[in-house]
């Protein structure tokens, strides 16, 4: 027995699955559907969210830093080269940089909010690509490829995530496209393909550093692929994925972690300390999984618990050796997660951003899962491919409308919508002070922003951008309080 990746559903019996034994007109009717989908779900997305304005603390410290500025820069401070972007991310930012300096890139397009919101919705509409790819390799089947590209659309936090100014999306994709081509140069190994597959990996290493358990249980996959081959070979293919991302981590180290002025501290901080194992009773420990029980990584427990079964029963007709990389995928990354919560560096939490690489393969595993227990049970022989492409659609289909429908940027930031009911204009002649969280914020805003229109006379010269201790100084009056929540008259007001 090989351990290559293959095809997985070689024709047995005429195996429905089959491309060439499946009715054209069943398929290019649910092809047709699928893609009708598509299009509602990632127009309902980007009239929900790709337009909001409303930047919170940490999306406009994002902007500033791919200016090549810090968050607390003095305003109309003139933009940097991009050595200041790395020297701005590596002193503001508790990420690798590598989503920094595309935004750096990216803004020669302009600063317009629905402009910047497009570039982490690229990265979103690549994962669910990556899906369809997959689907595509396991199934042969379009109809069914393209249905299963819903399912990321489905799931509320990488939705949550598509559109925010931040490197989560990005690093969703990144797991999503190294399984995808684990699969692919899988099916043909060579030195060649694995060395493009951790360039590829290498690149989205640079959106964060949670990344790199991802990667790690990679490269086992790669051996895993060839335990059949010589070792020398399989050496060579495991250097050749290797290299390329050992020469990242070498690389951000040096630029980032390394650094003097590094900005990353040797402790998770207090809101993250909630969902870190490491010192929790045996009762928290408990609530924290029910927690993320709750959530979709109930798709990775159902998945892992499928792929046993088969595997225990040793089914060949459900096809579970073909998901044997995505179970070893699965597996070791949220082993890794959960060591490194156990050892207090990084929190365990797949219902929240910082454990979207879990969301990400939890998804991932759903599709799997109805085919195994399809194909591994008598409805194999009972339920038409057209049928299942009809489940599967109806199913992706109606979780993804639903979730696009209702998907929002809620955060506590209403700076924007707060001055456009107050009326900007009439801080003509008022003092505003800026509490320090709402500061880059109100910079964006003014400065590259839809604000930006009534700047003239008003901006920056009637904000006062310093501490709460200091809102009196020299006797000025303060007529406008701005928080990230509220704009309110001052106690200080004329």
Sequence with gaps: MTCSVGTGWENKEGDVMNATTTDAGTTRTWCIVAALLWLAVLVLLFVNCGSNPNFWFDESGQFWMSRGQTHFMPPLTPDGTLADVLQANRTANSDPGGFTVLLHWWLAGGSAPAWLRTLPFLFFVATMAAFAALARLWTGNRGLALAAGLVPAAVPLLTRFAFELRAYSMEACGVAVVLLLLYHVGRRPTVAGYLGLGCVAALFLTSRYSLICTLAAAAVVVWWQNAQRPLRQRAAFLAAYGIPVAAACLGIYLVTLGHPLAHQKPEPPDYVQLYILHGKSLGEIAEIFGKGLASTYLGSV?????????????????????????????????????????????????????????????????????????????????????????????????????????????????????????????????????????????????????????????????????????????????????????????????
């Excluded at 007709?317 to 890794?336: D, Q």
């Design 302 to 494: 159902l998945f892992g618990a499928t792929w046993l079964w088969c595997r225990l029963r040793r089914d060949e007709e459900s096809g579970y050796r073909l998901f044997t990389p995505l179970f070893i995928m699965v597996l070791l990354v949220n082993a890794a997660f959960a060591l490194l919560s156990f050892a207090g560096k990084y929190p365990w939490c797949p219902q929240l951003r910082w454990g979207i690489s879990l969301d990400l393969l939890a998804a991932a595993g759903m599709f799997p899962t109805v085919l195994m227990l399809w194909k591994g049970s008598a409805l194999r022989r009972q339920v038409s491919v057209g049928l299942i492409s009809l489940v599967v659609t109806v199913a992706a289909g109606a979780g993804a409308l639903a979730v696009s429908a209702t998907t929002r940027l809620d955060s506590d930031d209403h700076i924007y919508a707060n001055l456009m009911a107050l009326g900007p204009e009439k801080l003509a002649g008022r003092r505003v002070f800026v509490e320090i969280t709402a500061q880059p914020s109100v910079r964006y805003l003014f400065e590259y922003g839809p604000l930006k229109q009534y700047a003239d006379g008003i901006y920056p010269r009637n904000f006062q951008f310093e501490v709460p201790a200091n809102m009196n100084t020299a006797g000025l009056p303060i007529d406008y309080f701005l928080s990230p929540g509220t704009i309110r008259k001052s106690e200080f007001s004329r």
